[in-house]
Every structure is written in structure tokens, then in C-alpha cells.
């Protein structure tokens, strides 16, 4: 009975740990039967562990036990989540620390017991052992909502090789550690003479990766931040020159069709009739500028109109740019700029031509701003997907500055980002 006992505590140990990194990530399909087939995988595991740690192995054939360890970790990782091999890898050394550091702590809290006078019982006895896997699950659940919570970025880890190969550093030390403290137990040294620097090492370690991480993420965020102020700046100088840009098509727009009137007195034959109306309608279709009632809006939505009859994309508008009047127009250019270009991307992927479609609704509800984006859903790529995502974090940030929401809605095959603008103060 003790020994199936302590079989199910290293289980519970590892399986506690790995769930408490997965479950905040991105899983993939089927994560439940790939979770339950890695707890078939650790039974075995955890016997092999249970007969490394028990004393009867070398250091060699322990530390080949533990390489074996982390890369089940490490594998089963990267088959439940949707991590890449470096950050499968990178999670595995947290799995593995988290597991040994509960063990640890166990014997930490059994010894303080002992030395304020408790009645000693063995470690391996039926009541220690169940105390031991209440305990292990618990901290399991402690992890899995402090610090396995925080560590991800939008349910993943970016991992590069500096990081990896600190981590992996950071890994090994701690196993030395934890070699070297049952070693010393196991040749009689008195607990609280190896315990202290062992466990005061192992703490070290498993901080100094914490904070690697959170410096890692912020160094991170500091690129993306500085990536997003660029676009943001660029695409609010970029009003003038598009604005420039619609007035002179307008013009030569107007004039084209000023000299099509006056080819049409001339009373052409057929064929040259049919080419002037086919002329006329391509300036005609160039010529379509937006009339919102508001000038940068309608710069936008002509310049994008443009774009999206090159690339055979319908864009159905209904927009009142009046609600809009409050917004500054170097913000209110970079907000639908980012907006459309988001939609027209992902509009210009799909195949189907009754998908290149894209809606868009500004109107004012109860003194509100309200618009409306609906296009195709982004397919997942990461070149795309990194773009799109600045592009929406541009006009998350332009609506906060203002003081409205916004929230991104899929709806099966379709996208939705919905925004709402107080009115400004002075009404």
C-alpha cells in the first residue's frame, strides 16, 4: 500500500505541475485526451523516479533519469499546447522545479515539525504519504494561479535561445542542488546543516529565473510599445499626404470626364461611344468620394474605397462622420486606417469571392459614437496575425485615449470590432 502511495505522490507531483503550466495556455484540439494519455505516460515515469531518488543509483544514472525526466516534460508539453519546441522546453524546466521544490518543501515542513517536538513518523508511512499528496496538490493549485498565470503572453511563451539556455542553466544547478542535499542525507549529515544552503541555492535559482522571465517580457513589451508608437506616428503624418493624394484624383477625375463631355460633341461613331462610356465609368468609380460630413473620414474610407476595388473587395458604408467631430484627425485617420487595413488583409486572403466583404457602420446612438467593423475572420498566420494584432492594439489605444471601449467579437467565419465613443465633454 506505501509504495502504490508513493508512486501516486510523484504522479500527483508531476501531473499537478504540469497542469498548473498548461491550463493557461494555448491548448490543442483534444487537449483532454492528450492530458489523460501524458497521465498514462507518467506512471511509469514517476516508478523510474521513485527508484531514482530512492538511493540505490549512482549520480550518473540519476542525472541520465532526470535528462529523460525533462524531455517527457518537455515533449508531452509540446503535444498538449501549442508551444514550440524552445518554449516546450523552456515550460519543462519550470514543470520540473516546481515539482522537486513541493517535494522539498514537504521534507522542509516535516523537519520543522520534528524539531519543535512533534512525534517523529516515517516518511513512508500511510498517513505521511496522504498528507504529502494533499499537500503536493495544494501548492500545485497555488502555482497554477500565482505564478503560472502571469508568465504567459496571450497564452504562449516567446522564447529566444538566451533565455532557453539561462533557463537550462538554471535547471541543471537546481537538480545539483537537489542531488547534492539526498546525498548528504543519505550519508547521515544532521538536516539543518545541508538543508539551509541547499534549499537558500535552489531559491535563488528558481527566483532568479522568475525575474528572468518578467524581464524578458518586459524587454518584450518595451519593443512592441515602441513598434506600436512608430505605426501610430506614421499613420498620423500620413493624413496630410493622403489627403493630397484624394484631392488630386478628384481633380484629375473632374477633368477627365470634362474632356470626355466634350469628345461626346463630336458625335463619335459606335466603337469610339462605347470607349468614352467605358472611360467615363472608371472616372466615375475613381471620382466616388465619401461624403460623411466629416473630411478625414471621408479621406479614409475613398482612399480604402480604392484599395479595396483594386483587390475586388465590396465595402458596404454607412457612416456618420458628425459623431466623430471631437476626435483629433491625425487619431481619428490612424484609427480607421488600422480598422480597414485589418479587414482588407484578411478580406484579400479568402477565395470565395462572397466572403471579400466588408462591412462598416458609424452612426450615433444616445449621444454615443458607435462603429462597426465586420469582415472575414483573420486566418492564423504569424506574419498576419502580428500585424493585425498591432493594427488593432493602434486603435485600442486611440480609443482609450479617448475614453471609449473597444472589443473584438469572432462570429464563425466573420470578425467584428465594435467601438464606443463618449461624447465629448463640452456637450
Same mark, same amino acid.
Given at each position: 500500500?506505501?509504495?502504490?502511495?508513493?508512486?501516486?505522490?510523484?504522479?500527483? *507531483?508531476?501531473?499537478?505541475?504540469?497542469?498548473?503550466?498548461?491550463?493557461?495556455?494555448?491548448?490543442?484540439?483534444?487537449?483532454?485526451?492528450?492530458?489523460?494519455?501524458?497521465?498514462?505516460?507518467?506512471?511509469?515515469?514517476?516508478?523510474?523516479?521513485? /527508484?531514482?531518488?530512492?538511493?540505490?543509483?549512482?549520480?550518473? !544514472?540519476? !542525472?541520465?533519469?532526470?535528462?529523460?525526466?525533462?524531455?517527457?516534460? $518537455?515533449?508531452?508539453?509540446?503535444?498538449?499546447?501549442?508551444?514550440?519546441? $524552445?518554449?516546450?522546453?523552456?515550460?519543462?524546466?519550470?514543470?520540473?522545479?516546481? %515539482?522537486?521544490?513541493?517535494?522539498?518543501?514537504?521534507?522542509?515542513?516535516?523537519?520543522?515539525?520534528?524539531?519543535?517536538?512533534? +512525534?517523529?513518523?516515517?516518511?513512508?508511512?500511510?498517513?505521511?504519504?496522504?498528507? &504529502?499528496?494533499?499537500?503536493?496538490?495544494?501548492?500545485?493549485?497555488?502555482?497554477?494561479?500565482?505564478?503560472?498565470?502571469?508568465?504567459?503572453?496571450?497564452?504562449?511563451?516567446?522564447?529566444?535561445?538566451?533565455?532557453?539556455?539561462?533557463? *537550462?542553466?538554471?535547471?541543471?544547478?537546481?537538480?545539483?542542488?537537489?542531488?547534492?542535499?539526498?546525498?548528504?542525507? #543519505?550519508? *547521515?549529515?544532521?538536516?539543518?546543516?545541508?538543508?539551509?544552503?541547499?534549499?537558500?541555492? &535552489?531559491?535563488?535559482?528558481?527566483?532568479? !529565473?522568475?525575474?528572468?522571465?518578467?524581464?524578458?517580457?518586459?524587454?518584450?513589451? &518595451?519593443?512592441?510599445?515602441?513598434?506600436?508608437?512608430?505605426?501610430?506616428?506614421?499613420? #498620423?503624418?500620413?493624413?496630410?499626404?493622403? #489627403?493630397?493624394?484624394?484631392?488630386?484624383?478628384?481633380?484629375?477625375?473632374?477633368?477627365?470626364?470634362?474632356?470626355?463631355?466634350?469628345? #461626346?460633341?463630336?458625335?463619335?461613331?459606335? =466603337?469610339?461611344?462605347?470607349?468614352?462610356?467605358?472611360?467615363?465609368?472608371? =472616372?466615375?468609380?475613381?471620382? @466616388?468620394?465619401?461624403?460623411?460630413?466629416?473630411?478625414?473620414?471621408?479621406?479614409?474610407?475613398?482612399?480604402?474605397?480604392? !484599395?479595396?476595388?483594386?483587390?475586388?473587395?465590396?465595402?458596404?458604408?454607412?457612416?456618420?462622420?458628425?459623431?466623430?467631430?471631437?476626435?483629433?484627425?491625425?487619431?481619428?485617420?490612424?484609427?480607421? %486606417?488600422?480598422?480597414?487595413?485589418?479587414?482588407?488583409?484578411? @478580406?484579400? &486572403?479568402? +477565395?470565395?469571392?462572397? +466572403?471579400?466583404?466588408?462591412?462598416?457602420?458609424?452612426?450615433?446612438?444616445?449621444? /454615443?459614437?458607435?462603429?462597426?467593423?465586420?469582415?472575414?475572420?483573420?486566418?492564423?498566420?504569424?506574419?498576419?496575425?502580428?500585424?493585425?494584432?498591432?493594427?488593432?492594439?493602434?486603435?485600442?489605444?486611440?480609443?482609450?485615449?479617448?475614453?471609449?471601449?473597444?472589443?473584438?467579437?469572432?462570429?464563425?467565419?466573420?470578425?467584428?470590432?465594435?467601438?464606443?465613443?463618449?461624447?465629448?465633454?463640452?456637450?
Amino acid at each position: 500500500m506505501d509504495s502504490i502511495l508513493s508512486l501516486a505522490v510523484c504522479a500527483a *507531483g508531476i501531473c499537478g505541475a504540469q497542469l498548473a503550466y498548461w491550463l493557461p495556455l494555448k491548448k490543442r484540439d483534444r487537449f483532454r485526451l492528450r492530458a489523460l494519455l501524458d497521465l498514462i505516460m507518467v506512471i511509469p515515469l514517476s516508478r523510474l523516479m521513485v /527508484f531514482g531518488n530512492s538511493g540505490c543509483l549512482d549520480a550518473l !544514472l540519476l !542525472l541520465v533519469i532526470y535528462a529523460v525526466y525533462f524531455t517527457c516534460a $518537455a515533449v508531452s508539453t509540446h503535444l498538449c499546447t501549442r508551444l514550440d519546441w $524552445a518554449a516546450s522546453a523552456y515550460c519543462s524546466v519550470w514543470i520540473v522545479l516546481t %515539482s522537486e521544490s513541493v517535494y522539498e518543501l514537504w521534507r522542509v515542513l516535516i523537519w520543522t515539525a520534528e524539531a519543535l517536538g512533534m +512525534r517523529h513518523l516515517s516518511l513512508y508511512s500511510t498517513p505521511m504519504l496522504l498528507g &504529502q499528496l494533499g499537500f503536493t496538490v495544494v501548492c500545485c493549485i497555488v502555482v497554477r494561479f500565482t505564478v503560472a498565470r502571469t508568465m504567459p503572453e496571450d497564452g504562449t511563451y516567446h522564447i529566444g535561445p538566451r533565455q532557453l539556455g539561462s533557463a *537550462g542553466l538554471m535547471g541543471v544547478m537546481f537538480v545539483f542542488q537537489f542531488f547534492a542535499l539526498q546525498t548528504s542525507l #543519505r550519508i *547521515g549529515l544532521h538536516p539543518s546543516a545541508v538543508v539551509a544552503p541547499s534549499l537558500l541555492t &535552489q531559491f535563488y535559482c528558481v527566483t532568479l !529565473l522568475y525575474l528572468q522571465t518578467e524581464l524578458f517580457k518586459k524587454a518584450a513589451l &518595451q519593443k512592441e510599445m515602441d513598434a506600436l508608437n512608430l505605426l501610430y506616428d506614421r499613420q #498620423r503624418k500620413q493624413y496630410q499626404i493622403a #489627403r493630397q493624394n484624394v484631392q488630386i484624383i478628384n481633380r484629375k477625375c473632374h477633368e477627365l470626364k470634362v474632356q470626355i463631355a466634350d469628345l #461626346r460633341r463630336l458625335q463619335p461613331d459606335a =466603337a469610339a461611344s462605347q470607349s468614352l462610356d467605358e472611360a467615363e465609368q472608371a =472616372a466615375r468609380m475613381y471620382d @466616388a468620394n465619401a461624403a460623411t460630413g466629416n473630411e478625414v473620414l471621408d479621406v479614409v474610407l475613398t482612399e480604402k474605397s480604392l !484599395l479595396c476595388e483594386a483587390q475586388r473587395i465590396r465595402l458596404n458604408c454607412v457612416a456618420d462622420g458628425t459623431c466623430l467631430a471631437a476626435i483629433e484627425p491625425g487619431d481619428l485617420y490612424a484609427l480607421f %486606417s488600422n480598422l480597414l487595413d485589418q479587414a482588407i488583409d484578411t @478580406a484579400a &486572403q479568402q +477565395r470565395d469571392t462572397d +466572403r471579400r466583404m466588408i462591412d462598416l457602420l458609424v452612426c450615433r446612438r444616445q449621444g /454615443f459614437a458607435v462603429v462597426n467593423v465586420i469582415g472575414p475572420h483573420p486566418a492564423e498566420q504569424p506574419d498576419h496575425g502580428r500585424r493585425h494584432s498591432y493594427e488593432l492594439k493602434v486603435a485600442r489605444r486611440i480609443v482609450h485615449k479617448y475614453s471609449g471601449s473597444m472589443a473584438t467579437e469572432p462570429r464563425g467565419a466573420l470578425f467584428a470590432v465594435k467601438i464606443v465613443l463618449p461624447p465629448p465633454k463640452a456637450e
